[in-house]
């Protein structure tokens, strides 16, 4: 089991930025890519960007150049650095650990995942 605590999110108005934070527990992580997952009101919820141990990273389109996924592997956690907030933006974030080793995921494929953290930009 891998358990995912998700931390940071809140309210911030559109253009300011916001650090989440995701610690991991449990198994060993090194075989796990980390990543954070985002549903919006109304919608599904979508793929936001993926880490795996060693460091490569994959982000949805929509969020390239104003996202950035870090992990550190000592903390057994990861970060998802947002700025440039925008409404849209609006969502609870989620944190999600797949088995693999490529940087990438699918909602279907994530063995596990936390709570969720909100984050609400106000325009």
């Known amino acids: 089991q891998v358990q995912l605590v998700e931390s940071g999110g809140g309210l911030v108005q559109a253009g300011g930025s916001l650090r989440l934070s995701c610690a991991a527990s449990?198994?060993?992580?090194?075989?796990?890519?980390l990543g954070w997952f985002r549903q919006a009101p109304g919608k599904e919820r979508e793929f936001v960007a993926a880490?795996?141990?060693?460091?490569?990273?994959d982000y949805a389109d929509s969020v390239k150049g104003r996202f950035t996924i870090s992990r550190d592997n000592a903390k057994n956690t990861v970060y998802l650095q947002i700025s440039s907030l925008k409404s849209e933006d609006t969502a609870v974030y989620y944190c999600?650990?797949?088995?693999?080793?490529?940087?990438?995921?699918?909602?279907?494929?994530?063995?596990?995942w936390g709570k969720g953290t909100l984050v609400t930009v106000s325009s």
């Open positions: 999600a650990a797949d088995f693999r080793l490529i940087a990438t995921m699918t909602s279907s494929g994530v063995d596990y």
């Open positions: 449990g198994r060993t992580l090194s075989s796990y890519v």
């Open positions: 880490i795996s141990w060693s460091g490569s990273t």
